[in-house]
């Protein structure tokens, strides 16, 4: 469908982390100069999050490219503030070594998939696909499990075991995702719907480095002191 659309993505899901980054950082700054105004903003940005992704992701999808690129990239500056509370705990509960760590194994799966995902026979790439969708799906039960759970019963859901849990399986899964991406991205957009592919691509990477980071904090304790 389109042979050359991964080659296009490319570089925007290159620059759509840049952009998380800043983000990430300008929440670091805040957190740090104005504390009591970060989480009013970060409500803020969260919800305008949800509706940029529905809203970029349709236009994306029809190829407007020209309006779909300025709302990725408010997009991605929204992502990275977004997650700068949980960056602001790896660094206090972990260290900076724990960021780094996931963030060199994102930059280790991307090179893996970006090989090997290109040449998956279609036998694999639909078994995988599959079995990534249903893991997926588990995973979002088990995380409203989390949620639910912690409430009721903190001492077992909010931390320790089941975190430990969760964050393996998200990392294993948008392991998964990462190769999946390489393989359906040329099945299922048109050279034209680069930038839809793009999201999709980047959406993998940033739940990657998320789970990966998750899975640090907890195997170091920090979920259990969360």
Same mark, same amino acid.
């Given at each position: 469908?389109?042979?050359?659309?991964?080659?296009?993505?490319?570089?925007?899901?290159?620059?759509?982390?840049?952009?998380?980054?800043?983000?990430?950082?300008?929440?670091?700054?805040?957190?740090?100069?104005?504390a009591a105004l970060f989480m009013p903003l970060f409500w803020v940005a969260?919800?305008?999050?949800?509706?940029?992704?529905?809203?970029?992701?349709?236009?994306?999808?029809?190829?407007?490219?020209?309006?779909?690129?300025?709302?990725?990239?408010?997009?991605?500056?929204?992502?990275?503030?977004?997650?700068?509370?949980?960056?602001s705990y790896a660094?206090?509960?972990?260290?900076v070594g724990a960021v780094g760590t996931a963030a060199l194994a994102t930059g280790?799966?991307?090179?893996?998939?970006?090989? %090997?995902?290109?040449? %998956?026979?279609?036998?694999?790439?639909?078994?995988?696909?599959?079995a990534v969708g249903l893991g997926v799906l588990g995973l979002i039960v088990a995380m409203l499990v989390q949620v639910v759970g912690s409430i009721f019963a903190p001492a077992i859901f909010a931390g320790g075991t089941f975190e430990l849990l969760i964050a393996g399986l998200?990392?294993?899964?948008?392991?998964?995702?990462?190769?999946?991406?390489?393989?359906? %991205?040329?099945?299922t957009y048109n050279d034209n719907q680069y930038l839809a592919g793009a999201l999709g691509m980047y959406l993998t990477y940033i739940n990657l480095f998320v789970f990966v980071l998750r899975l640090i904090i907890a195997l170091q304790g920090g979920g259990r002191r969360d």
């Open positions: 469908v389109g042979p050359n659309v991964v080659n296009r993505a490319l570089p925007y899901v290159g620059g759509g982390m840049v952009l998380t980054a800043a983000g990430v950082l300008g929440g670091l700054a805040l957190m740090a100069s104005n969260l919800i305008g999050n949800f509706v940029l992704f529905f809203v970029a992701q349709n236009v994306a999808n029809k190829g407007d490219n020209a309006t779909a690129l300025p709302l990725l990239a408010s997009y991605s500056l929204l992502t990275g503030f977004t997650l700068s509370g949980l960056v660094l206090t509960s972990a260290g280790i799966t991307f090179i893996a998939a970006s090989v %090997m995902g290109r040449r %998956m026979s279609d036998s694999v790439g639909q078994a995988l696909t599959g998200g990392t294993v899964l948008f392991v998964g995702a990462a190769f999946v991406d390489f393989y359906t %991205m040329p099945r």
